[in-house]
């Protein structure tokens, strides 16, 4: 029902930068909310930020809070991720996913209903 496609991963050098984004299928891309997540090799999928869907409200994790930046362009139907400072620990593949219900930028996975493929991110030292 909803298509999303995740671009601008690649390989950086710790301290450098990237930019994610995400283009959506969907007619009232302003209706929805929009997250970023990231799963590490071994490790469970985790919050990262996200985006209500005037871009009045967002919400990061602790572990980014400072580095990244999450924004929205609803003409164009994209999120971005802005992501700087990078370290290795940012290390992972970066999903974005909409939540249809807009419930104000939620960090829980389970309440998201769409999901994108992702992209690799790989920070080395």
């Known amino acids: 029902q909803v298509q999303l496609v995740e671009s601008g991963g690649g390989v950086v050098q710790a301290g450098g930068s990237l930019r994610l984004s995400c283009a959506a299928s969907?007619?009232?891309?302003?209706?929805?909310?929009l997250g970023w997540f990231r799963q590490a090799p071994g490790k469970d999928r985790e919050f990262v930020a996200a985006?209500?869907?005037?871009?009045?409200?967002?919400n990061y994790a602790d572990s980014v809070k400072g580095r990244f930046t999450i924004s929205r362009d609803n003409a164009k139907n994209t999120v971005f991720l802005q992501m700087n400072s990078l370290i290795p620990e940012d290390t992972a593949v970066y999903y974005c996913?909409?939540?249809?219900?807009?419930?104000?930028?939620?960090?829980?996975?389970?309440?998201?209903?769409?999901w994108g493929q992702g992209t690799q991110v790989t920070v080395f030292s």
């Open positions: 996913a909409a939540d249809r219900w807009a419930r104000l930028a939620a960090i829980t996975k389970d309440e998201y209903d769409y």
């Open positions: 969907v007619r009232t891309f302003s209706n929805y909310d």
């Open positions: 985006i209500s869907g005037s871009g009045g409200t967002t």
